[in-house]
């Protein structure tokens, strides 16, 4: 039995999904039976969007995380999960920054794709996601091709993320029915590459829907050393 560590609050509604959904999927009997958890919710991390692509902010964001992780180790934690696609883009810096594990949401996504045998992806997410190739870096390797987006979609999906975050509005039908017409083009799947879409309803219910999240999850629990519920 592994203690997780979980650094969220970017942004705090998708921080509590995420370990409602850790709960919800661990096989568990009664209390005991569910993962030690350790959560730093920490809201006060500058928007990573801006930080890479204009570079304000970068440095406190850096230290901020960077005692995040010292706070975890701490703890006890035993593996850190960090519900957001966009950090990853400093995963490398993480690492040096903590001995501890870090469980590669997007490396672990990319691999899901593979096991479901989706090779053509889309990548749905912040324009710092869609345009600094965060998984675009693992995704030859894993033998996915990352179809890139149009400069309206990614206006439209970065938008919408902010209309998550600034209302926790979570009905948005014109955003699934731009999934839809995604979907009519050459694409296997498309991934939910910010855990704010995640939030969206009934973007669950579209089977070539997979959501970066739900694999951070599983993979949680499986490093903890625990089930998956079926």
Same mark, same amino acid.
């Not at 691999?111 to 965060?134: E, P, Q, R, S």
């Not at 996915?144 to 926790?168: G, R, S, V």
């Given at each position: 039995?592994?203690?997780?560590? =979980?650094?969220?609050?970017?942004?705090?509604?998708? &921080?509590?999904?995420?370990?409602?959904?850790?709960?919800?999927?661990?096989?568990?009997?009664?209390?005991?039976?569910?993962?030690?958890?350790?959560? =730093?919710?920490?809201?006060?991390?500058?928007?990573?969007?801006?930080?890479?692509?204009?570079?304000?902010?970068?440095?406190?964001?850096?230290?901020? #995380?960077?005692?995040?992780?010292?706070?975890?180790?701490?703890?006890?934690?035993?593996?850190?999960?960090?519900?957001?696609?966009?950090?990853?883009?400093?995963?490398?810096?993480?690492?040096?920054?903590?001995? #501890?594990? =870090?469980?590669?949401?997007?490396?672990?996504?990319?691999?899901?794709?593979?096991?479901?045998?989706?090779?053509? #992806?889309?990548?749905?997410?912040?324009?710092?996601?869609?345009?600094?190739?965060?998984?675009?870096?693992?995704?030859?390797?894993?033998?996915?091709?990352?179809?890139?987006?149009?400069?309206?979609?990614?206006?439209?999906?970065?938008? &919408?993320?902010?209309?998550?975050?600034?209302?926790?509005?979570?009905?948005?039908?014109?955003?699934?029915?731009?999934?839809?017409?995604?979907?009519?083009?050459?694409?296997?799947?498309?991934?939910?590459?910010?855990?704010?879409?995640?939030?969206?309803?009934?973007?669950?219910?579209?089977?070539? #829907?997979?959501?970066?999240?739900?694999?951070?999850?599983?993979?949680?629990?499986?490093?903890?050393?625990?089930?998956?519920?079926?």
């Amino acid at each position: 039995m592994k203690k997780l560590g =979980i650094l969220g609050g970017m942004g705090p509604l998708c &921080t509590a999904m995420f370990y409602q959904k850790l709960v919800i999927h661990t096989k568990a009997n009664k209390d005991q039976d569910h993962i030690p958890t350790v959560i =730093i919710s920490d809201p006060q991390i500058p928007d990573r969007t801006e930080a890479i692509l204009t570079g304000k902010n970068e440095d406190i964001l850096l230290k901020k #995380v960077k005692e995040d992780l010292e706070n975890l180790k701490k703890q006890g934690v035993s593996n850190i999960a960090i519900p957001c696609n966009t950090m990853h883009y400093y995963y490398d810096t993480f690492k040096e920054y903590s001995s #501890v594990n =870090i469980i590669n949401m997007v490396e672990e996504t990319l691999k899901y794709c593979k096991a479901k045998k989706a090779k053509n #992806v889309a990548v749905l997410g912040t324009l710092a996601t869609m345009n600094c190739g965060i998984y675009e870096k693992y995704a030859k390797n894993i033998g996915i091709n990352i179809i890139p987006m149009d400069e309206k979609i990614k206006k439209f999906t970065m938008d &919408t993320i902010y209309q998550i975050k600034e209302t926790n509005e979570t009905n948005h039908k014109e955003f699934l029915s731009m999934v839809e017409e995604l979907k009519n083009t050459k694409v296997d799947a498309i991934i939910l590459a910010c855990t704010e879409l995640s939030l969206i309803e009934d973007i669950a219910t579209y089977n070539f #829907v997979i959501d970066a999240m739900d694999v951070l999850v599983y993979r949680s629990i499986l490093q903890s050393g625990f089930e998956i519920k079926k």
